[in-house]
């Protein structure tokens, strides 16, 4: 078969795509939504409010019943809204982190979605690329590719050129696993290659397994698992109050007949239940969670996991590799030591034939790029048959080419110092004046690398592993890569917020340490190298990572068990990585962050944020967002747990002071009613709240801690106490004064709570502002302006309106109205004044 190097055509992708589909594997049927309704009516809260719409027919009210169930549609419309918003934006979110593939089409290498891959494209991969297609290999790098997730087998394959493609891409093959060929799922783990489609989504070989395979369910979150354990907890809680309120009712109506005592007692028993279900704590988490997401995204932060939003705020310990993290990986030769001066054309000369004839790593670039300035342009040098390649592995660290050109065979190495020295033929005095110069280089914060040759006659004499050469050593080259403008200030900003920040990286100590001093990480005098991990035991490791924060010469197994020490230490840890080496500690790490620009497909898929502009200040903004979610979360429970207490205490006190049921301060319509206020207020003018000026100035929280905290839930406490305490006297002196009036002390009541829960949200959004100061930073918000002005609104029109008297209440005097108001503020605005004696002590 032709091969049509140019690609396809726009027409020719569009015939194939007509022909197979998108590249895609058979998709989860999703829930239909009626099943998403039917589980929202399931729900407690909407199973009482049901109950209660039903008991309200039954009694002869269907005005009172029609009512209730209008809330309950409108609830329920509100839960259903709020999770289709949350799966939209789940769904934008799932767009964004669709893996990429570079292919030719039309002569030109372009970038698109691995889903819009048709046979016949011409597929570019590299290292850390995970195979989006079936293929043929038409042309290979170095390319090496770990087919476990078919095979089984750990050991990467080798992968060869496609000699026959059987005249048609789309036969059938008879041979499985064949080293001509590349299939879906599998790992580049060296190298690049062109790769010819064959197949693409679920007739590939791993689209063939995932029709048998289920998918995993998503395990909750220990956030998730706090939130269900107090949703629980409060359950228990309202059924024992559900059951004291009913009986007591019972008890009271002595007076009326059987039937009527057992319906009054069960509605008075629901009213309860329904004050005091907190249904609210899952909306809030989603909300939250997702919203967040979508806000670290527009900031080039993407979210892969949801529970990551606020773990990011819990990180107390940050691992970086050094390269393209803390540097901006833009490396330039910046010195060049031959081992004798004769020496450095020769040099230049073995050190651009030992790197790839098509580099993708910034090192080689910067190698070739010099070549070029020297008069050693790509023809000049490759112009000789490539005999043998010996390939770059993290165990030996250096890596060669074997040339037969000039009329003889040149062996090529190039690699870090130290490995490539233990195979060279140096003098001891050689090897003095060689480490001497590989510590100054490393000294100033160059990466080093060292560059040796073995000429033989024929290639028989070649040695089979790069380990039995013996090079003639010919000298050092340093390369530079400058560290990023901002990532001084970065990492000063995490010491202020007391996260640990630790380097890891394949570089040499010396010049690890070197760059540490520049950026100003800590205990950067000294660094623990992979051969040094490699002699500790677990327990002697996490000793020593208490006071070292510079690793070097790792290897993927050693950054695993670094992070996994700083784990058992009780820490937080998020680490860094772009390549298929740092996969596995990314896995492992609480939070793994991968390079959206330059990182390799697995370590994106490994890691639970992706950095869409590989910036470190993206990281140090991420964690602030990530501390400002988990703040306002904690406020929103806060908040809940606030404005439950005095609507359970309401519906609790009552019956006890013998209140007859249809004079009770709140009857189910209401509690449905502050349901409607709540719900919006805490999950939107919460969840916007900017972050607290201490914020990356407080040390990391404590994983253990609960999200309702001691302190925030006797600071509730007493906020609700004294809320209720105003509304209840109120509505219950204007009771006793007039007791055929209860509308009017229900309407004032109502009013102070509703007015109380406006000005609650604003004294709750900051732990040290002022409600005023919180208010202004977001007075142009105008979806803030949007909840609390048609929150007053709704109040205004529920007093003034004809539906007064459908829901029992009362218009109010322009004298009651204000009083309502006053008390509503006084009730909450008290709590400002311990904000500034907490202040003022403070400083």
């Known amino acids: 078969m032709k091969l049509h190097w140019d690609g396809l055509t726009s027409e020719q992708v569009k015939e194939q795509r007509d022909k197979y589909g998108i590249n895609e594997l058979d998709k989860q049927k999703k829930e239909p939504f009626y099943l998403k309704v039917v589980h929202t009516i399931l729900e407690p809260m909407f199973l009482l409010l049901i109950v209660a719409s039903l008991i309200y027919f039954f009694l002869g ?42 292919v030719v089409r039309e002569g030109k290498t372009i970038e698109i979605h691995s889903e819009e891959l048709v046979p016949k494209d011409l597929m570019l991969i590299e290292e850390g690329v995970k195979v989006p297609a079936d293929g043929f290999v038409i042309k290979a790098n170095d390319l090496r590719i770990n087919e476990s997730s078919l095979t089984g087998e750990t050991e990467a394959v080798w992968k060869i050129i496609c000699e026959d493609f059987k005249g048609n891409v789309n036969d059938e093959l008879d041979n499985y696993w064949r080293e001509d060929y590349v299939y879906t799922g599998t790992l580049v783990t060296t190298g690049s290659g062109t790769i010819l489609v064959d197949k693409i ?85 989603m909300v939250f969670l997702s919203m967040g997401a979508w806000r670290l995204a527009k900031k080039d932060s993407l979210i892969r996991k949801l529970p990551a939003v606020e773990t990011m705020g819990a990180i107390s310990v940050l691992a970086v590799d050094k390269t393209g993290t803390i540097t901006e990986n833009r490396m330039t030769v910046t010195e060049l030591w031959p081992l004798y001066s004769e020496n450095q054309t020769r040099l230049t000369e073995v050190m651009g034939l030992a790197s790839e004839t098509d580099p ?13 300035s020297e008069g050693w342009s790509k023809e000049k040098l490759f112009n000789g048959e490539l005999v043998k390649e010996y390939p770059f592995t993290d165990e030996l660290k250096m890596m060669g080419h074997v040339w037969n050109r000039n009329n003889q065979i040149e062996i090529t190495v190039k690699g870090s110092p130290e490995s ?95 760059i540490a001093k520049q950026v100003g990480i800590p205990n950067a005098d000294h660094s623990l190298t992979g051969i040094e991990i490699d002699r500790l035991s677990d327990d002697d490791l996490g000793e020593h990572i208490k006071t070292t924060n510079i690793f070097s010469r790792v290897t993927p197994e050693h950054k695993m068990r670094i992070v996994k020490a700083y784990k058992q230490n009780g820490e937080i840890v998020a680490m860094t990585g772009d390549g298929v080496n740092d ?40 964690i602030e967002d990530g501390r400002r979610i988990y703040d306002n979360i904690k406020k929103a429970i806060g908040y809940i747990f606030v404005i439950h207490i005095p609507i ?101 009541g109502l009013t102070i709570l509703v007015v109380a829960n406006l000005f609650l949200v604003q004294v709750n959004s900051s732990n040290r502002l002022l409600a005023i100061q919180t208010f202004k930073t977001l007075i142009y ?41 006053v008390l509503g503020m006084v009730s909450v605005l008290w709590y400002d004044l311990v904000k500034m004696v907490k202040n003022k002590t403070s400083i």
């Open 61 to 102: 009210e269907p005005k009172d019943g029609l009512i209730m169930l209008i809330f309950v549609v409108v609830i329920i419309a509100i839960e259903i809204i709020q999770e289709w918003k949350t799966d939209q934006t789940l769904n934008a979110l799932k767009d964004l982190s669709a893996p990429k593939v570079k």
């Open 360 to 372: 993708y790593d910034p090192m080689e670039i910067a190698i070739l790029a010099y070549d070029e």
């Open 781 to 821: 918000d105008k979806v803030i302006w949007l909840v609390l002005g048609g929150t007053s609104i709704g109040l205004l029109a529920l007093i003034y309106s004809p539906m007064n008297d459908v829901l029992g209440l009362s218009a109010l005097s322009l004298t009651q109205l204000l009083v309502c108001i």
């Open 583 to 622: 996969a596995p500690a990314l896995k492992y790490a609480d939070i793994g962050i991968a390079m959206g620009k330059r990182g390799a497909e697995v370590s994106r898929e490994a890691a639970d944020l992706i950095l869409m502009d590989d910036n470190f200040s993206t990281i140090v903004n991420t």
């Open 201 to 285: 989504g679920s007739q590939t070989e791993y689209g063939k397994i995932g029709k048998h395979l289920a998918h995993a369910e998503n395990t909750p979150s220990p956030l998730d698992l706090q939130i269900g354990k107090l949703v629980k907890i409060c359950a228990l809680v309202t059924l024992a109050f559900l059951l004291l309120v009913a009986g007591v009712t019972f008890i009271n109506d002595a007076s009326l007949d059987l039937k009527s005592r057992i319906v009054q007692s069960i509605l008075s028993g629901i009213t309860i239940a329904m004050a005091m279900i907190p249904e609210e704590f899952p909306v809030v988490l």
């Open 420 to 514: 490539l020295i233990n195979i060279s033929t140096l003098t001891d005095a050689e090897k003095r004046s060689t480490l001497e110069k590989i510590t100054a280089f490393s000294n100033q914060g160059l990466r080093v690398i060292a560059v040796g040759e073995q000429l033989v006659q024929t290639i028989a004499e070649v040695p089979e592993t790069i380990q039995k050469c013996q090079l003639t050593f010919l000298g050092l080259i340093g390369l530079s890569d400058p560290p990023r403008a901002t990532i001084k200030n970065d990492i000063m900003q995490c010491k202020k917020a007391g996260i640990n920040v630790v380097m890891i990286t394949g570089d040499n100590g010396i010049t690890a340490s070197a």
């Open 648 to 748: 359970a205490l309401i519906a609790f006190v009552g019956p006890l002071l013998g209140i007859p049921q249809m004079s009770l301060f709140l009857l189910p319509v209401h509690v449905v009613l502050l349901e409607l206020v709540i719900d919006p207020t805490c999950s939107v003018v919460l969840e916007r709240q900017p972050s607290e000026p201490d914020i990356m100035e407080r040390e990391p929280r404590n994983p253990k801690e609960t999200i309702l905290t001691k302190s925030l839930l006797v600071k509730s406490i007493i906020q609700g106490l004294v809320i209720f305490l105003i509304s209840f006297f109120t509505y219950y002196l204007m009771l006793q004064q007039n007791p055929n009036n209860d509308s009017l002390a229900r309407t004032m």
